[in-house]
C-alpha cells in the first residue's frame, strides 16, 4: 500500500534558522504530493503541493520539489519565524487505479524560539 | 465565505451512547473525508466519499458510520461509542479526487469515558 514517511520531530529551531523536514513516500505511479501546516488548535490547512516529477511547490517562502528518483518531497525554508510554529504534515494522493485513499504522514511539530 | 464546517466542536459522551458529528460544505465538492488525529499516529483516513451515495473505508473504519446523501454533507456516525475512539476528528473536502488541495473543518474532539 501507499506510505509517507516524515522526520520525526519534535523541531526546534531559533528564528532565521535553515529549515528542513524530510518526507518520503512509497507509491505506485505519480501520486500528487502535499505539505499541509496545523496552526495551534486550528484544522489543516495547504501549505504548498506538486502533482508531477520535478514540480517545485512554493509558498510563504517554503519550498518542496517531487523527487521522484528518491520518491522525496522535502520542505524547506531558508529562515524560520516564531509565526512558523506548528505542525507539518507531508500527504500523498494517488493517480490512477481503484485506490481513491489519501494517505498522510504522521505530522513533524516545529517550535521556532526568539 | 468557502468553508467546511463541523459541528459539534466539543463532546463528551458515554460508551455506548449514539452519537453523530455533522459535516458540511459549501464549494460544490466531490470528495468528503472523515479523519482522527492521534498524537503519535498523526492524521488517518476513517471514510471518504467521491459522490452522493459513493462510499468507502478509509485505514481506520472499525465502529464508524458514514453516509451522503446530499452532496454537501457527510455525517460521521459513532453506533456504539468506546474509549478508543476519544480522538480529535476532521472533516474535509475537495474538488475532486487526485491533484486537488483539502479543506479542513476546524475539528471536533471527542472524549468518550
Known amino acids: 500500500g501507499n506510505s509517507v514517511t516524515q522526520m520525526e520531530g519534535p523541531v526546534t529551531l531559533s528564528e532565521e534558522a535553515f529549515l528542513t523536514i524530510n518526507c518520503t513516500y512509497t507509491?505506485?505511479?505519480?501520486?500528487?504530493l502535499f505539505w499541509y501546516v496545523q496552526y495551534p488548535g486550528e484544522g489543516l490547512q495547504l501549505l504548498l503541493k506538486?502533482?508531477?516529477?520535478?514540480d517545485k511547490g512554493s509558498n510563504k517562502g517554503f519550498e518542496a520539489t517531487y523527487r521522484k528518483e528518491t520518491t522525496s518531497f522535502h520542505l524547506e525554508k531558508g529562515s524560520v519565524q516564531v509565526s512558523d510554529s506548528a505542525v507539518y504534515f507531508c500527504?500523498?494522493?494517488?493517480?490512477?487505479?481503484?485506490?481513491?485513499?489519501?494517505?498522510f504522514g504522521k505530522g513533524t511539530l516545529l517550535t521556532v524560539n526568539p | 465565505e468557502a468553508q467546511v464546517t463541523q459541528n459539534p466542536r466539543y463532546l463528551i459522551t458515554v460508551t455506548g451512547k449514539k452519537l453523530t458529528v455533522t459535516c458540511s460544505q459549501n464549494?460544490?465538492?466531490?470528495?468528503m473525508s472523515w479523519y482522527r488525529q492521534d498524537p503519535g499516529l498523526g492524521l488517518r483516513q476513517i471514510y471518504y466519499?467521491?459522490?452522493?451515495?459513493?462510499?468507502d473505508k478509509g485505514d481506520v473504519p472499525e465502529g464508524y458510520k458514514v453516509s451522503r446523501k446530499e452532496k454537501r454533507n457527510f455525517p460521521l456516525i459513532l453506533e456504539s461509542p468506546s474509549p478508543n475512539q476519544t480522538s480529535l476528528y476532521f472533516c474535509a473536502s475537495s474538488l475532486n479526487y487526485g491533484p486537488y488541495e483539502q479543506y479542513f473543518g476546524p475539528g471536533t474532539r471527542l472524549t468518550v469515558t
Open positions: 466519499s467521491m459522490n452522493v451515495e459513493v462510499t
Open positions: 500527504a500523498l494522493n494517488p493517480v490512477g487505479g481503484s485506490n481513491y485513499k489519501l494517505t
Open positions: 507509491a505506485t505511479g505519480y501520486p500528487s
Open positions: 464549494m460544490n465538492h466531490e470528495y
Open positions: 506538486a502533482t508531477k516529477a520535478d
